[in-house]
């Protein structure tokens, strides 16, 4: 089938058997239904089996004709899930039959809710405005997929194809109305107020007067909801067991309201670790993060995009301004200047009022990283700081830049940067401890050996300048002794020592056992070095304060192991629709209290352009997710707290990075999502209630 209709392309309703032939199901049986139809009459049901990329596959010539797709911006498709859990579905688009999942071929990611029937976007690169991870919408309330791959040729699409990765378990989804979306037009798509300017929603702006209606609203919804009444002064259970107190906030494993020693494994125990206040009552961490007056968007070569930006002279004209940073020289803040035209001249004092009286009353008692000095200074609500340490050397590994602890310099420059990064907080009660780095590169984002052991072997395939290179092969010197020995367990061919160390070793993919224990080892020690000289510098420039890690993205257990050794708490940042029990079951044995760092939901509903790392259909759905999440992690003992990344909205036209999600609890002109902001008051509100049954 292949028709057009009002400017889409569809390509397959899968309305006749002739249309259900044009698929080709690899590991995936289908079956036309007539159950969960978007589009005429039937539709496709699709079994996934339980391999490595199950797919149903669509080839030019056979599935559809026209493989010039220059004049479309996504390919759109409504999908039913009818599993119970969610599901993680890939669309991936090839512009060659060479295509081998990374070149000549671009990949999307979207998590389907269960038991849901939803409209899934891959849109193409055209349908993105430069500097920007999403573009307008190229159809109503999708669910929009990240992508990732080459950048592919779109006069020559050959094929494409809807996967799962790896299921566990056989997986139906109903598969209907695949389709092409026309591209927008991006010319004058923001209006003065930094938001979409080509449909309407709830919260919308359209003048000032709109912004002064809403803050009068939101004053009277404020006074009807102070803050909760079972808070301490630093938002900790005001009724609860009172433990010892030291000033400062620290941890402790507690039964009935007793400090006691932590089990070998959690579960065997009938306790949960807590953070304590400086006065001694037991708290859940509940933050946001980036509690700040919002970020800036380059204007550079995207002036197009603004239907209006303010004089250079005027009063709002101070938001827009320059600043030489990732090639860009100029940029605006709309929600500063919201902000601006909301409160007036005073606008940052009104600012941080309002926003202590939100985070309060909603239930918050953290103020997450990278938020503002500003915040801290209030002494209002406790809070956490960020510090970033500049390594003198770094090397690739994984998705980012790793620091070499071994070179010689690091520990100098770990305990310079910690201590001026203290200075001001470290004899503060408010100040819950510091996390230190964000989601280093301990590992690859797959689960395979290759993957996990990536940065032990980025570090061999260096050279001998790579100081991390000169102590593992001093190590591996140190147990094999002579290269023939390495050469044996590891069944690679090296000439000697210095031949090691010279140049630079790539390892097979398929790693012998000795190989493998040997990477874990090198893992390990990198591990140690850097968490012990972190945790050193901390403990001599402020000792009273808590280590909080180094937020993981990637689960990798030897690198949790030592950091446990050395992290008051361990930190992962954990984006998903909530915790896994049996996934997190690990956290159980570590010895140490756990912190989620940052997990975020989005929608499209509202008038922006991408959902975050995790998307759900609507406002309300991002209420329900963040109380389905909360709840997911009073489940498991070791955690002491979880923080919502971030307060604002970005910005509609993408930060430095380019990302430009729904993720605030607050639009950028200043606005709650009052779905969100309800179900999460609600939930946590009763967090001392449900831990200390």
């Known amino acids: 089938m292949l028709c057009i209709i009002n400017m889409l392309l569809l390509l397959n309703s899968f309305e006749s058997q002739l249309d259900v032939s044009k698929v080709q199901p690899n590991n995936a049986q289908i079956v036309q239904v007539s159950s969960n139809v978007t589009h005429g009459r039937f539709a496709l049901q699709v079994e996934f089996q339980t391999v490595m990329y199950p797919n149903i596959y669509f080839r030019i010539g056979q599935a559809f004709d026209k493989g010039d797709w220059r004049e479309f911006g996504g390919l759109v498709v409504d999908v039913t899930n009818l599993e119970p859990e969610p599901v993680a579905l890939f669309i991936r688009v090839d512009d060659d039959f ?60 050959v094929a494409f194809q809807l ?39 709830k919260g919308k702006v359209k003048s000032d007067d709109d912004l002064k209606s809403q803050l009068r609203e939101e004053e009277k919804w404020l006074k009807a909801h102070p803050s909760l009444p079972d808070r301490d002064e630093f938002g900790g259970w005001l009724k609860g067991p009172k433990l010892r107190a030291t000033g400062f906030f620290r941890t402790a494993y507690v039964v009935k309201g007793k400090e006691t020693e932590p089990p070998a494994n959690l579960k065997q125990g009938k306790g949960r670790w807590w953070l304590v206040t400086p006065n001694g009552s037991l708290f859940f961490s509940l933050g946001i993060d980036c509690v700040q007056y919002g970020e800036s968007s380059p204007l550079d070569n995207r002036e197009y995009l603004f239907s209006w930006l303010p004089e250079p002279n005027s009063p709002l004209g101070q938001f827009v301004y320059h600043w030489h940073f990732l090639g860009y020289t100029r940029w605006v803040n709309f929600y500063a200047m919201n902000l601006f035209r909301k409160y007036g001249d005073d606008w940052r004092q009104k600012w941080l009022d309002v926003t202590i009286r939100r985070l309060l009353s909603w239930g918050f008692n953290t103020i997450g990283n990278w938020s503002s000095a500003e915040v801290f200074r209030a002494r209002k609500i406790p809070y956490v700081v960020a510090i970033h340490i500049s390594a003198p050397t770094y090397f690739q590994a994984g998705w980012h830049q790793m620091p070499d602890v071994f070179d010689e310099r690091f520990p100098e420059v770990v305990e310079q940067t910690i201590a001026n990064a203290v200075r001001e907080w470290k004899d503060d009660r408010w100040c819950i401890g510091y996390f230190v780095d964000n989601e280093l590169p301990w590992s690859n984002w797959g689960s395979d050996l290759v993957n996990r052991y990536d ?120 984006y998903a629709r909530r915790v896994d029990e049996n996934q997190w079951s690990f956290t159980n044995t570590i010895g140490k209290p756990c912190i989620i760092g940052e997990f975020h939901f989005g929608a499209l509903d509202r008038g922006m352009f991408h959902t975050g790392l995790v998307a759900v259909e609507n406002q309300a759905e991002r209420g329900k997710a963040y109380q389905e999440y909360v709840q997911s992690l009073w489940k498991l003992p070791a955690f002491v707290g979880c923080h919502w990344f971030q ?41 001392y209630k449900e831990l200390g049954r």
């Not at 430069?130 to 999708?142: D, E, I, K, Q, S």
């Not at 378990?169 to 598969?175: A, E, G, H, Q, S």
């Not at 290269?483 to 031949?499: G, M, T």
């Not at 012990?532 to 304060?545: G, I, R």
Request: hydrophobic residues 40%; positive net charge.
């Open 455 to 574: 940065l032990p072997r980025r570090v061999l395939a260096n050279d001998g300048n790579l100081p991390s290179k000169r102590e593992f092969v001093r190590l591996l010197r140190e147990k094999y002794g002579e290269i023939e020995r390495l050469n044996k367990a590891w069944k690679v061919q090296v000439a000697s020592w210095e031949d090691l160390l010279s140049r630079p070793i790539q390892l097979p993919a398929q790693m012998t056992d000795e190989c493998i224990a040997d990477l874990s080892e090198l893992l390990t020690h990198f591990a140690r070095r850097y968490f012990s000289t972190v945790c050193n510098a901390l403990k001599k420039h402020a000792p009273n304060q808590l280590y909080l890690g180094c937020r993981f993205a990637s689960i990798q257990m030897e690198v949790i192991k030592v950091a446990a050794e050395f992290c008051d708490v361990v930190s992962f940042n954990f």
């Open 98 to 157: 060479s295509a081998d999942g990374w070149n000549h071929c671009r990949t999307g990611r979207i998590v389907l809710p269960s038991k849901r029937t939803v409209t899934v976007v891959m849109p193409f690169q055209n349908a993105i405005p430069p500097g920007m991870r999403g573009g307008p919408p190229l159809a109503p309330n999708p669910l929009t997929m990240e992508t990732y791959g080459s950048d592919i040729d779109l006069s020559h699409i």
């Open 163 to 201: 996967f799962l990765m790896n299921p566990k378990k056989p997986v139906t989804l109903i598969v209907d109305n695949i389709r092409l979306s026309p591209k927008p037009e991006f010319k004058g798509i923001v209006d003065k107020y930094g938001q979409y300017s080509r449909d309407d929603w």
């Open 647 to 687: 307060y604002v909205d970005e910005p509609l036209t993408g930060r430095f990075d380019g990302e430009n999600y729904n993720i605030g609890f607050v639009s950028f002109v200043d606005y709650p999502y009052w779905e969100l902001v309800d179900a999460a008051r609600k939930i946590n509100g009763r967090v």
